[in-house]
Structure formats: structure tokens, C-alpha cells
């Protein structure tokens, strides 16, 4: 298939990506399954793969999911070096009275620590895009991104990226990292669009936005009304209303990427075709208005 291809500081990549946690957590589904998922995206033209530190088990093997890309990646027939792989480190998994939790650390040594172990479990001498997974509370934001800079200044890391990010951190981050900053990756989907601002604030300044939760991830019933208007298009289009979430999400500017998530092969090879749909203005003003 073709794909649409677009920069992420200087990689080319898909615009559409493959989300890897759901792959490696709670209701993952087995090995065999997650590297058919991976590799099936591959061969349908996928080139942008992302994961975590933090995507395993809480309680589980630590950074199973990037072990598993770089076993996905090894067993792969394809040109690996067409591959842009990103990951993010700060989070960890841990149990609070027996509930799966996820916790940060934003501390500079650790974060230094964590990227380091990143770029051993992927297999590769220096990441190609290594994202602050989380402010920490706990640590001032500048502090934890000395941290992500020592990590680009020491070659662990090709670019730097950070996450969960609001438009003052993103400065914050520019101001100290320079150009070796290029994405930043927050949540975006039609039930949750507080993060409509650094979607403009990162066009301004030329950086990738990378949307996490594309099409909202677990949705309750009560948010369900909010897709509507995109199963509308949808049923004009004759493709499923995921396509069109991802299709307008792309089309906010060419600095958009998207990386839904996926326990199976089909939903990943139909969210791929999502960049071939051309939405009108008239439909795109109809779904932001929804």
C-alpha cells in the first residue's frame, strides 16, 4: 500500500504508526499474536513503531514491549532500516493494594538510567526518538530535562521528544534542549481535546505532534455520543468511523502523526488506511464542530 509519508525532525516516517502497549499490558494478547500484529503492520507499509520503558506487566518483566520489538524486528524479512522506532522513558508499572498502577520518575539519574536500558532491550547503540514519558510531580520539569538532554548529549538518544506536555513545558524543553527536541506526543481524540493548544503551539515552532489514543482509547458509554458525527462521514465514505477519526486528526496539519493502539492484526490494517481518506472542509468543520 502506499502510505503518507511525513518528518519527524530528520526522519521520514508513516504518519500512521503502530502503538505497541496494548501488546505488552493487562489483556495483552499472547507472543505469537503481538509479533503477527507487529510484523503484519510492517508488511502493510507501517514504519513508525512506538513503545515504553514502562510497557509490561505491573508485576510483570520489565520493558517487555521493547524486548519485543527489537525480537519483532530481528524475525522481520523487511528493510529494518526503513524503521523508526521511538520510545519513552519515566514511567514504571507498580501494584497498589493489588490494583495495576503506573508511577513516575522524572529524576535526571534515573531518567538517564532508564534510556540507557531502552537502547540495550531495543538492540540499538543510540535511540532514534527517546520521549520524557510524564512530568513528575516531584522533579521541576527543567530538571528532568537536563536529564533527557545528557541522555542526547551522551549519543543514548538520536532526538529527543516529551510527552504530556502543555505549551509552557514544551518551551521550557525547547529552550533547553535546542533543536535536538522534535515531538512531542499527547492525547488527542474526539472525547478529549483539551490538547487542541500545543496541537497549534507545536506547528508554530515546527515540532511533530504525535497523538497517543487516537480514537480515546477506553471509552465509557457515556462518551459515546461523541462519535456520532464521525460514524456520519463514516457511513458517506463507506470505511469505518476509526478511519475518519484518524483522518481528521491527520488532518490538522502535516506535522500530525497518529499511533492507535491494537490487540489484533485487523483493526491496525484498517486504521493504516485512514491516510488515504480525504476528507472535505465542509466534513472537517462538521467534525470539529461535533
Given at each position: ?39 503484519d ?30 525480537e519483532?524486528?530481528d ?71 537536563e ?42 481524540s ?39 458525527v ?7 465514505h463507506?470505511?469505518s ?47 470539529n464542530?461535533?
Amino acid at each position: 500500500m502506499s502510505a503518507l509519508m511525513r518528518n519527524i525532525g530528520p526522519y521520514t516516517t508513516t504518519a500512521i504508526g503502530l502503538g505497541c502497549m496494548g501488546l505488552s499490558i493487562e489483556k495483552k494478547p499472547s507472543r505469537e499474536v503481538a509479533l503477527e500484529v507487529i510484523h503484519d503492520a510492517l508488511n502493510a507499509g507501517c514504519r513508525h513503531l512506538d513503545t515504553a520503558w514502562a510497557y509490561y506487566m505491573s508485576g510483570g518483566e520489565e520493558q517487555h514491549n521493547e524486548k519485543l520489538i527489537r525480537e519483532a524486528l530481528d524475525t522481520w524479512d523487511g528493510p529494518r532500516d526503513e524503521v523508526f522506532v521511538a520510545t519513552k522513558a519515566g514511567h514504571f508499572r507498580n501494584f497498589t493494594d493489588g490494583v495495576p498502577t503506573w508511577d513516575v520518575n522524572g529524576a535526571p539519574e534515573s531518567l538517564i538510567n532508564y534510556g540507557k536500558q531502552s537502547a540495550q532491550a531495543l538492540g540499538v547503540d543510540a535511540i532514534d526518538l527517546l520521549y520524557f514519558h510524564r512530568p513528575d510531580p516531584k522533579v521541576p520539569y527543567n530538571e528532568s530535562i537536563e536529564g533527557m538532554k545528557a541522555l542526547y548529549d551522551q549519543g543514548v538518544a538520536k532526538k529527543i521528544g516529551i510527552s504530556n506536555a502543555s505549551v509552557e513545558q514544551i518551551d521550557i524543553a525547547q529552550s533547553i534542549l535546542g533543536d535536538a527536541l522534535v515531538a512531542v506526543q499527547n492525547q488527542l481524540s474526539p472525547i478529549y481535546k483539551d490538547s487542541l493548544d500545543t496541537v497549534e503551539h507545536t506547528k508554530e515552532l515546527g515540532l511533530a505532534f504525535v497523538v497517543w489514543s487516537p480514537l480515546g482509547g477506553f471509552r465509557k458509554p457515556k462518551d459515546e455520543s461523541k462519535y456520532d458525527v464521525f460514524k456520519e462521514v463514516a457511513a458517506q465514505h463507506e470505511v469505518s468511523y476509526q478511519q475518519v477519526v484518524l483522518a481528521w486528526e491527520l488532518a490538522m496539519g502535516d506535522h500530525m502523526f497518529v499511533i492507535p493502539g491494537t490487540h489484533r492484526s485487523e483493526t491496525i490494517l484498517d486504521s493504516m488506511k485512514a491516510d488515504q481518506l480525504v476528507l472535505s472542509a465542509e466534513e472537517i468543520d462538521k467534525l470539529n464542530r461535533g
